[in-house]
């Protein structure tokens, strides 16, 4: 049931996002960082105790947030990223895309570390990542051309 609202809320992400990412760049980048913690900080509070609706509903709030927004992150990164790098806007996708890949990596080693440990902090690891991860969008706004 979660996995299939994730999708559903990605794909309501990325119909969102393509439509509004070129009206507003930087406030999309903000507000897909914001829902995207937003989602995973809920997720982590899913654990404490409350009757098992809340729980339930808590989830549900959590992976729709986190579906709309990680289906939206890489087109307003991507979007952001090319928009930078102007007249090299190729090597600037190519280079965004292997940064992409060794995050995937880097998440995936760190996540078998904290699965490894217990599953609990696999969403309050991930939620203060999510977080740096903001506040960078918000206090770095990189506005060079030079690649």
């Known amino acids: 049931m979660f996995l299939t609202l994730f999708g559903i809320a990605g794909a ?10 070129d009206k507003g ?3 999309a980048e903000i507000l897909t960082m914001s829902t995207f913690t937003a989602g995973l900080v809920i997720l982590a509070l899913t654990p404490i105790p409350a009757p098992a609706i809340v729980t339930l509903v808590l989830a ?3 992976v729709t947030a986190w579906g709309v927004a990680f289906a939206a992150t890489g087109p307003v990164f991507q979007t952001g990223v090319m928009r930078i790098a ?8 190519a280079v965004y895309v292997t940064g992409v890949q ?3 990596a880097s998440g995936s080693a760190l996540g078998a570390l904290i699965l490894g440990q217990s599953f609990a902090w696999l969403p309050t690891v991930s939620a203060i990542f ?4 903001l506040v960078l969008v918000i206090v770095r706004r990189p506005t060079s051309t030079i690649f």
């Open 12 to 21: 309501v992400g990325t119909f969102l996002i393509g439509r509004y990412i």
């Open 25 to 27: 760049p930087q406030r």
């Open 60 to 62: 549900a709030i959590a």
């Open 86 to 93: 102007e007249r090299d806007a190729d090597r600037a996708s």
């Open 102 to 104: 060794i995050g995937i």
């Open 130 to 133: 999510a977080l740096l991860v």
